[in-house]
């Protein structure tokens, strides 16, 4: 007969081998396998038959030779749970009862009440733990009870589920027999620390103690604060940071270093930096110690934690395999960290039924758990649930596990309470980011890169041309670039004297940056991006692919090329502003030449160099941002020169700061000079290099402050590190916002901020300018009137000093005071004396050699 392994170990025969007991002769008789017929199981519930009744709760056959018509009742039980809630109850009178055709027998049946639990208990005797959800929040969760089961407890369990074995059927459940599969587990165990405390590994687990409990987990604050609780042990575990993996560093034949490493990898050479692994000495790192671990010499007994309390789950071993993060060992080497198997095992019985939420578990009697139950790291389906509600609310394009729990509609949803509260695991950020990512990966099944991009595109082609946003996505061998503009705002560009350009760096994590176009929309008093253009490369090829895309499709959305008014008649654009990126400038002037029309710009000639004459306006504070490197290399009046630079006002004078550069002898300088000295640099800068109009350097701004504000209100709005679809849906919805408020403000005449326009801020500019010189010369001044005090009292010391080295005559006594012995001979020795000046601080009279008024 084929054994009924649901109730017994698969090598355990005997009454008392199995989870409950096991009928040996049946088993050595090799009889025929149970039907269906075999299960006498009546209801437990009091709800079937004609014996039910407010307290009589089961019809269970007894194996005891008991009529089973005595009245049974449900009494609390005395069982300890781990989770706030849940309770259980009993089944009394105690007595055998058959589960499954006489193979598998419990001397008691327990229901559990309040929810799906935790953590479950190892009984000592044959006991039935019965689960129902029925008329609970958790019955409305999806799945089948084994996997609830799973999602809610914090023990790791593998083994057959049971869906291809026969299916014993249980009157236990609904009163009637109904197919139930068995889910055979066995518990997986837990991953240690080889120095873990032998109070916490190995023991025999029965019961759940609170108190264990509690200890592990003060054990385990303890460890982390006691971490680097001394020089030594933050510094053996910096040796264990910089002996973690393996250096990527490549020679010119594709061979990895594969050295040993210390601050920096042992192969690491003045000509051969790139790649190799290095560190920064943190404090708190002791270098004479550092020094002793890598020539393998113990360090003091201080560095040793002794005992270990990191017990990790089996769901987690994998990424905790390896070495400990603790540091037990003098001689800098890490713990191991050991997988400790566990031999409790159970048998879940789940109807086939899924509308019955029901569920009932046995533990095979006399197998504890060898490890204490560990801390809620693990979310339940249903906090996962609720969390799953706040990101939803909170808007998932773009959000973040911070943004969700500061969304107002979170608070809403968890009634007040924090995440912590819900569920003890959902304070851990990773277990946060699992569920948004899961929706992120519901609402982009295309991916959040370049493949949920184009598909972005593809389903913006569906749409009339004024309404699309991603406008194209170009590849070129390696490079790509993904074309995004608002059509209102692009619009703008027809308006504008001058747009600015530059990458934004944060918002977009990956392979890609954002290129932001913006301008100052006079119109409506405001600064607006015009276009965002994606791209992962920043070399001459890519940024002309850029600029070529940005007409073709400023033609095909407006319908008018874009125009510049030195080079085209009509034009209106006269500059473009941006930073000295070469490799930028270059590419949009190989791009601006076939804009040139010769007879209106008298370009006969045109080079990309020639036209950027024309055009380019670069910002005067990214140049002075490189000036402040030089602080230290030169004195003030020679700081304040190459500060000034841009002001420059003739060939002769660029000439003469170059000869002057060159007797400076500082290659620093000199390189820096070179640099602006380079094509398509200088011209952009100083105004009697550029070929641009008087009218047009006069009107056009002298730096991109626009387009770095821009940059601010874009990630303050929308976020930072995003993934690429997400980076575009975000600025789509901000763009469209901003268009909305654009057309409405022309509509109605109506501003968001009408003291914004030309006269407002330069007035304000000026005010800001104004003040900042008088506090620059005030100070100054308070600067000058501190020396002079410093310099007053010290005269005064020295006279004083010199006074007393001068002796009088001898007295009839035959004394000879000092000249300044006394406080009075002292003042009198001051001519002409100052008024006193009373301290607040002490209430006495101070004195000074000159008279200051602040």
């Known amino acids: ?446 991916g959040r890169g370049l493949e949920g991009a184009l598909a972005l595109y593809d389903a913006d082609q569906e749409l009339p041309i004024s309404e699309r946003y991603v406008h194209g996505i170009e590849i070129h061998g390696s490079t790509k670039v993904i074309f995004t503009f608002n059509p209102t705002l692009i619009a703008l560009i027809h308006e504008t004297i001058q747009f600015e350009s530059d990458g934004t760096f944060k918002r977009v994590e990956g392979e890609f940056d954002e290129y932001e176009l913006t301008t100052w929309a006079s119109g409506i008093n405001s600064a607006v991006t015009i276009g965002r253009i994606y791209f992962n490369r920043k070399n001459r090829a890519t940024y002309k692919a850029i600029y070529d895309g940005l007409q073709k499709h400023v033609g095909m959305i407006t319908g008018q090329p874009i125009r510049f008014h030195a080079l085209q008649k009509g034009g209106n654009i006269r500059a473009v502003g941006t930073d000295m990126e070469l490799a930028e400038l270059q590419g949009m002037g190989d791009s601006f030449v076939a804009l040139n029309e010769p007879e209106h710009s008298k370009i006969l000639d045109p080079t990309s160099e020639e036209i950027m004459k024309h055009i380019s306006k670069i910002c005067i504070t990214h140049f002075k941002r490189g000036v402040h490197d030089l602080r230290s290399l030169v004195s003030n009046d020679e700081y304040n020169r190459l500060m000034n630079v841009p002001y420059l006002e003739s060939e002769i004078a660029i000439s003469e700061f170059t000869e002057w550069v060159k007797q400076k002898k500082s290659k620093k300088i000199s390189d820096w000079w070179n640099h602006k000295l380079q094509a398509f640099i200088l011209s952009g800068i100083i105004q009697c290099r550029s070929k641009m109009s008087a009218e047009s350097w006069a009107l056009t701004n002298s730096t991109t402050n626009i387009n770095e504000g821009m940059h601010s209100f874009t990630n303050k709005h929308t976020g930072t590190k995003k993934s690429l679809v997400e980076a575009i849906l975000s600025a789509r919805k901000l763009d469209n916002e901003v268009a909305a408020r654009l057309l409405l403000s022309k509509k109605t005449g109506i501003l968001k901020n009408p003291a914004n326009s030309i006269y407002d801020r330069m007035t304000r500019n000026a005010t800001r300018h104004s003040s900042a010189a008088r506090k620059k010369a005030e100070v100054s001044r308070l600067n000058q009137q501190i020396a002079n005090c410093k310099k007053s009292l010290s005269d005064i010391r020295k006279q004083k000093t010199s006074r007393r080295s001068v002796r009088e005559e001898s007295s009839s006594s035959g004394r000879v005071p000092s000249a300044s012995s006394s406080a009075k001979s002292a003042r009198q020795s001051a001519s002409p004396y100052p008024a006193p000046i009373y301290s607040e601080s002490s209430n006495r009279k101070c004195y000074i050699a000159t008279s200051i008024k602040f």
Not at 141 to 146: K, V
């Open 1 to 446: 007969m084929e054994r009924d392994t649901a109730c017994s170990s698969p090598t355990a025969v005997g009454s008392d081998a199995g989870l409950g007991e096991v009928d040996e002769d049946l088993v050595l008789a090799g009889s025929t396998p149970n039907t269906d017929d075999d299960d006498e199981i009546r209801s437990i519930d009091g709800d079937v038959g004609e014996e039910s009744g407010s307290e009589a709760g089961s019809d269970i056959n007894s194996v005891d030779g008991d009529d089973g018509e005595m009245e049974e009742r449900w009494v609390p039980s005395n069982t300890v749970w781990l989770d706030e809630g849940i309770h259980s109850e009993v089944l009394e009178p105690v007595r055998k009862m058959q589960i499954t055709a006489k193979r598998c027998h419990v001397q008691r049946v327990e229901r559990i009440k309040g929810g799906l639990p935790s953590y479950f208990p190892i009984p000592r005797v044959s006991t039935a733990f019965l689960i129902d959800l029925t008329g609970t929040e958790c019955a409305k969760l999806t799945g089948e009870m084994d996997r609830l089961i799973a999602d809610h407890e914090q023990e790791s369990w593998y083994g057959a589920t049971g869906k291809s074995d026969n299916k014993p059927q249980l009157s236990i459940f609904t009163g009637t027999k109904i197919p139930c599969r068995r889910n055979r587990q066995y518990c997986a165990g837990v991953t240690a620390c080889e120095r873990v405390d032998p109070s916490f590994l190995p023991i025999e687990c029965y019961e759940l103690d609170p108190d264990a409990f509690c200890d592990l987990v003060e054990a385990q604050i303890n460890s982390r604060v006691q971490e680097a609780s001394t020089v030594e042990r933050k510094t053996t575990i910096f040796f264990q940071v910089v002996n973690t993996g393996a250096c990527l560093a490549r020679d010119n034949n594709g061979k990895r270093d594969g050295c040993t490493h210390f601050v920096s990898c042992s192969g690491w050479k003045p000509n051969w930096r790139d790649d190799h692994r290095s560190y920064n000495i943190p404090n708190g790192v002791d270098e004479e110690l550092l020094i002793k671990l890598f020539e393998s010499a113990p360090v003091e007994g201080k560095s040793l934690m002794s005992t270990c309390s990191r017990i990790v789950p089996s769901r987690v071993g994998l990424r905790a395999s390896g070495n400990c993060k603790y540091p037990h060992n003098p001689d800098g080497s890490s713990s191991k960290m050991v997988k400790h198997k566990c031999k409790a095992y159970r048998t879940i019985f789940v109807p086939t039924d899924k509308t019955i939420r029901m569920a009932c578990i046995i533990y095979k009697v006399g197998l504890a758990h060898s490890h204490p139950a560990l801390p809620l790291s693990k979310p339940s389906k249903t906090a996962k649930e609720l969390y799953r509600r706040c990101v939803e609310a909170a808007g998932i394009v773009g959000t973040t596990a911070r943004s969700v729990e500061q969304a107002p509609s979170t608070q809403l949803i968890l009634q007040g309470k924090s995440l912590g509260d819900v569920h003890p695991g959902l304070l851990n950020r990773r277990a946060q980011q699992k569920v948004i990512d899961k929706e992120k990966a519901k609402m982009f099944p295309k």
